[in-house]
């Protein structure tokens, strides 16, 4: 460095020396993200399906199901159940309800549901149990859980499947894409 570009350098310095920086005030930064959305919407309707669930599970109708052991849609070709029953769609996730009360069971399968829907998922197995363990050794999940599915609209048909995926115990579902 030569000695004219030193005594600047000093010159510089001794005149900047008390110098504070400014603060600044009311500035946002633009390097930072923003928050993700609240899906205010979709938790309030979430919560409505969640509600008319539990009031059609609580009402007086206790319409019984002769043939509980399966469910079609009105209006679509038997074909499904069969295809269904032999697992020609692959399950793709579950959901075990064993030890639940039965309002418990149905708010969770109803969360089940709304979120297999929201995932796009078309086979999912529902294991309520077989009643072994309840008073009188009836089934209650059983019959309540399968009254449910038949209520739901992304419901199209649901079977008992085989015994090594649950049997009695357990009902395969197909939803609508």
């Given at each position: ?17 008390d ?15 923003l928050?993700p ?6 938790i ?37 159940l069969r ?59 059983k ?7 038949t209520r ?13 995926q ?11 894409a």
């Amino acid at each position: 460095m030569s000695k004219a570009r030193v005594v600047e350098s000093r010159v510089f310095r001794d005149a900047v020396k008390d110098v504070e920086p400014i603060r600044a005030t009311k500035r946002i930064e633009p390097f930072r993200k923003l928050p993700p959305p609240f899906p205010a919407k979709r938790i309030e309707d979430e919560k409505a399906v969640l509600e008319e669930l539990m009031r059609l599970a609580l009402d007086g109708d206790d319409v019984e199901i002769e043939e509980d052991s399966s469910y079609l849609r009105p209006g679509l070709p038997r074909d499904i159940l069969r295809k269904l029953r032999r697992t020609h769609w692959v399950i793709q996730d579950h959901l075990d309800l064993h030890g639940l009360t039965g309002d418990g069971a149905a708010a969770e399968m109803a969360a089940f549901l709304a979120a297999c829907t929201r995932r796009g998922l078309r086979c999912v197995r529902i294991v309520h149990g077989k009643g072994l363990r309840s008073a009188g050794r009836e089934p209650v999940l059983k019959k309540r859980i399968r009254k449910l599915l038949t209520r739901r609209d992304e419901v199209l048909a649901y079977v008992e499947p085989r015994a090594v995926q649950g049997g009695g115990g357990a009902v395969v579902v197909l939803l609508e894409a």
